[in-house]
């Protein structure tokens, strides 16, 4: 019995590593940057104040240093892309990535890259998850970069920034995340996901 456990586990580890292999690694390099920063956290605490929105240089300048204050679920997100050379603009323009999480449901629209949770799309590491996508409202209630899926699983593993369930405004883990991780349960429902176009040739 105990050698059948070992087996299983054995082969259950090399489906696991055939399937990281098959992930390109420029999409590795995103949820390993994703991945870096997990355990930051606003300063000053118990403000918005954050160097993910400095890096964008978006936000108001009244945290009394380098950072800048404005929630940055999508501004962390777009910094994970763009440590990995993806192709795209950040700015307030139509098409544009911004700080607004419904951003990146429009860039992935523009560039056929939004994938539906519907649509039964699996997941990959570097997607962006949307969560509590408002079409009417114009509004989505948080995004988070994908590291990983388990089959089965009503969401995908993620690292949330601007996250609230260890914290308030901290980067977190979430695994088989179906809900946002924005401290509320009823606003935040998984809407599908954000596919990153590959970098340019020499970056990936």
Request: with cysteine.
């Amino acid at each position: 019995m105990a050698l059948l456990v070992v087996v299983a586990a054995v082969a259950a580890w090399l489906v696991v590593r055939a399937e990281r292999s098959s992930v390109p690694a420029w999409r590795q390099r995103i949820a390993a940057a994703a991945l870096s920063q997990v355990g930051y956290q606003t300063d000053p605490r118990g403000t918005y104040c954050n160097q993910y929105s400095a890096y964008w240089g978006y936000g108001a300048a009244d945290c009394g240093d380098h950072n800048l204050d404005e929630e940055w679920c999508a501004d962390f997100a777009a910094w994970a892309w763009n440590q990995a050379g993806v192709p795209f603009q950040y700015g307030q323009q139509a098409g544009q990535i911004s700080s607004a999480a419904i951003s990146f449901y429009f860039w992935g629209v523009g560039h056929g890259a939004w994938r539906p949770a519907s649509s039964g799309y699996r997941p990959s590491p570097g997607d962006v998850a949307v969560y509590g996508l408002d079409l009417r409202g114009g509004s989505a209630a948080h995004v988070a970069v994908v590291t990983g899926y388990q089959a089965g699983d009503r969401g995908p593993d993620v690292v949330n920034g601007d996250g609230d369930r260890t914290g308030f405004s901290v980067v977190e883990t979430g695994t088989d995340q179906y809900q946002a991780d924005t401290g509320s349960s009823t606003t935040g429902p998984l809407a599908g996901y954000v596919a990153p176009l590959p970098p340019a040739s020499g970056h990936g």
